[in-house]
């Protein structure tokens, strides 16, 4: 029987810097001019080889200056090196130079906590605690970012969620999603059929890392790649177009206490990760995946 099971899912169906609309092709700019370099350099370092997991720096210059109140656990990149953090109270931060530039998605209070995000080509989209997805189009303008719910059904069962994220498969334009649910080991992949607005199975990916905390997903811009990271800070890449095992991509250099948090690709090979140094008080940092010496 179907009932209660996964398959029952599958088959039923004032310290802000505010973001203008015109602020954010100068800021995504200054980014890329930061982070750039860096996903150049993963990509094209010959002398490591392409499976070599990657350990982790902070990233260039000082600690990000975080506004009061602002911890984010959810990072999304652009195709072009924009990259965003979010706090779980849909408050978000362009990480652009010299200060963040802070902005809130607007339209989705009543969808719950956020808990996944992917810049895809055409839209923000994002997964709250509720298991709605919602696709922000366009850019912040004076400090918003309008959203709304798409049509498709919540990811969830009756025994809850415990981490999700989706997104817009670039060769398609169909949804597609990850999903932990309460009490299973398995991320389970769905795609959204737009004719009967139902989610139907696309696969499965059986955790193979023990970790002490559900993991955190995240998913490539084209849709195509699926980030899989764990509270020890190691980070795995699963293919969602030809499918096989989950490849380690990132290592921590050394635990030392840290928390990790969501992380997101950066580059061909890179990756964008959050983590909370030990301390009172403490708010996550920005690291990023770095070549071997």
């Not at 605690?129 to 049509?151: I, K, L, M, Q, T």
């Amino acid at each position: 029987t179907r009932k209660g099971s996964r398959n029952e899912y599958c088959h039923a169906g004032g310290c802000d810097r505010r973001l203008s609309g015109s602020d954010f092709a100068g800021a995504t700019q200054r980014l890329a001019a930061v982070l750039g370099p860096i996903a150049d350099a993963l990509e094209g370092n010959a002398a490591l080889p392409s499976t070599a997991p990657l350990p982790y720096v902070m990233a260039p210059g000082r600690a990000v200056a975080w506004p009061e109140d602002f911890h984010p656990k959810v990072l999304a990149a652009s195709e072009d090196g924009a990259l965003v953090a979010f706090a779980s109270s849909r408050r978000g931060a362009l990480l652009a130079s010299p200060a963040p530039a802070h902005f809130s998605l607007e339209g989705i209070d009543a969808l719950g906590e956020l808990v996944g995000a992917a810049w895809a080509r055409d839209a923000l989209v994002v997964t709250t605690s509720r298991g709605d997805v919602a696709e922000c189009v366009g850019v912040p303008v004076a400090g918003a970012w309008p959203c709304r719910r798409v049509g498709a059904p919540t990811l969830r069962l009756p025994g809850g969620l415990v981490a999700a994220t989706a997104s817009r498969a670039a060769a398609t334009g169909r949804l597609r999603a990850a999903v932990v649910f309460e009490g299973d080991g398995a991320i389970v992949l769905l795609e959204a059929d737009e004719d009967s607005r139902e989610w139907l199975p696309a696969g499965e990916v059986h955790l193979p890392h023990a970790a002490g905390a559900a993991p955190h997903l995240s998913m490539t811009p084209s849709g195509e790649e699926l980030l899989i990271s764990f509270d020890d800070g190691l980070v795995l890449r699963r293919s969602l177009v030809a499918g096989g095992v989950a490849e380690t991509i990132a290592v921590p250099r050394a635990t030392s206490g840290k928390r990790w948090h969501g992380s997101c690709g950066l580059g061909a090979r890179g990756v964008a990760h959050l983590a909370t140094l030990p301390g009172v008080g403490a708010v996550p940092q920005l690291f990023v995946s770095s070549a071997m010496t």
